[in-house]
T-cell receptor, first 116, second 115 residues
Framework: DVKVTQSSRYLVKRTGEKVFLECVQDMDHENMFWYRQDPGLGLRLIYFSYDVKMKEKGDIPEGYSVSREKKERFSLILESASTNQTSMYLC???????????????FGPGTRLTVT | AQTVTQSQPEMSVQEAETVTLSCTYDTSESDYYLFWYKQPPSRQMILVIRQEAYKQQNATENRFSVNFQKAAKSFSLKISDSQLGDAAMYFCACEGIDSWGKLQFGAGTQVVVTP
């Protein structure tokens, strides 16, 4: 089974702190994604990466950065956490170009971040 | 680019009954994929069903089936013989063929199953 793990289930940080959210996948997937989940808004894409050291902005990149130094690891960084970044963060991974029966993203369990 | 709309914030269904969740989408891509994901209280996202847009036949997975109306850009999910374990948030999502695997999600529909 594919496994996507995230470093924390719950995290509490103070305003202004630098926050690292780590995601690791064990299936050699090229693509990795960071989403933010808020009630009534669904999941929104923050950043994605299609290869090591390659990254692209998603729909809501402001206030975030990412790092992908190794294929299996994709980090989301909040340079200076703010209260409006309190949310659920979900990491996902996938292999591009697969036929329909295999096409999907695999998700981690999520990190609920509270910024006080 | 894609947009996905789920207009039902919550749906309630009795055990053994059927419930249908609606989803409409818009996309500028020539081909695309549609998905339904389920998120139970554990928060783990689970793939329920997927469909490629060029296939006319509606996808089915056990008690889950879709009604895909391409012209209307509609992709509804039907849950038959509902079980308590079906209680979850359900998200509709769209992936464009040229979008690097990125998913555009709807806002979600909370399904409540009553005994």
């Amino acid at each position: 089974d594919v496994k996507v793990t995230q470093s924390s289930r719950y995290l509490v940080k103070r305003t202004g702190e630098k926050v690292f959210l780590e995601c690791v996948q064990d299936m050699d997937h090229e693509n990795m994604f960071w989403y933010r989940q808020d009630p009534g808004l669904g999941l929104r894409l923050i950043y994605f990466s299609y290869d090591v050291k390659m990254k692209e902005k998603g729909d809501i990149p402001e206030g975030y950065s990412v790092s992908r130094e190794k294929k299996e690891r994709f980090s989301l960084i909040l340079e200076s956490a703010s209260t409006n970044q309190t949310s659920m963060y979900l990491c996902a991974s996938s292999t591009p170009g697969l036929p329909t029966p295999l096409r999907r993203q695999y998700f981690g369990p999520g990190t609920r971040l509270t910024v006080t | 680019a894609q947009t996905v709309t789920q207009s039902q914030p919550e749906m309630s269904v009795q055990e053994a009954e059927t419930v249908t969740l609606s989803c409409t989408y818009d996309t500028s891509e020539s081909d695309y994929y549609l998905f339904w994901y389920k998120q139970p209280p554990s928060r783990q996202m689970i793939l329920v069903i997927r469909q490629e847009a060029y296939k006319q036949q509606n996808a089915t997975e056990n008690r889950f089936s879709v009604n895909f109306q391409k012209a209307a850009k509609s992709f509804s999910l039907k849950i038959s013989d509902s079980q308590l374990g079906d209680a979850a948030m359900y998200f509709c999502a769209c992936e464009g063929i040229d979008s690097w695997g990125k998913l555009q999600f709807g806002a979600g529909t909370q399904v409540v199953v009553t005994p």
